[in-house]
């Protein structure tokens, strides 16, 4: 006798509810969300010290109420033409915050930068990471270890130090150490280390 094929009964596929709809004036509310005065002294802190460093921007916030502070800072200083890589850096006691962003296809991901700079307390993706390191109980200057994390940033990334300019200063103003305290004035220098000719004078 012939014995008929068994027929082949396709899975039933999953029902998925669909999203509901987004509504603008809900999206609105978050996006233009209302801020304390005390962000808008942050951010005014955060640009004042802003450093850039060959291709690498970083910046210290001092103390914040929110962590999420330091990614937005990051964000926002990310959009800077030219820059590969951003770190900012706050503190809430007694965690050290910080937010690292980087442009696609660098020589190391950002998520292993942000692993090696903080002794394994921070990690992340491709382009964004964070590091989240507590500060020790005799740490009596969170900027100072900010400092240290920052120096460390710049080795992991290779960002030349002798290119270190001020984010807010033209680029004739010095550099400020990583403290955020802002040195004298340098002259420009012309070829060969000669100072450029003063205004009026022929310069021979």
Known sequence: EETEAPVEVAPEEPVVAPAPPVRPAALARIERARVRREYFVVLERGLRQALISDFALTTWLGRIDHSDMVAEVADLLFRLEGMRWVLVAGYSE????????????????????????????????????????????????????????????????????????????????????????????????????????????SGT
């Open 94 to 201: 007694p965690i050290l915050y910080a937010s690292l962003r980087a442009t696609p296809g660098n020589a190391v991901e950002a998520g292993v930068v942000a692993r090696d700079i903080s002794d394994g307390s921070g990690g992340g993706h491709a382009t964004f990471a964070a590091c989240q390191i507590r500060l020790a109980a005799d740490e009596s200057d969170p900027e100072a270890a900010y400092g240290r994390l920052r120096e460390r940033f710049l080795d992991a990334v290779g960002a030349k130090r002798t290119l270190t300019q001020t984010l807010t200063e033209s680029p004739s103003a010095a550099t400020r150490a990583p403290g955020g305290r802002l040195g004298p004035r340098r002259k420009a220098r012309g070829p060969e280390g000669e100072s450029p000719p003063e205004a009026g004078r």
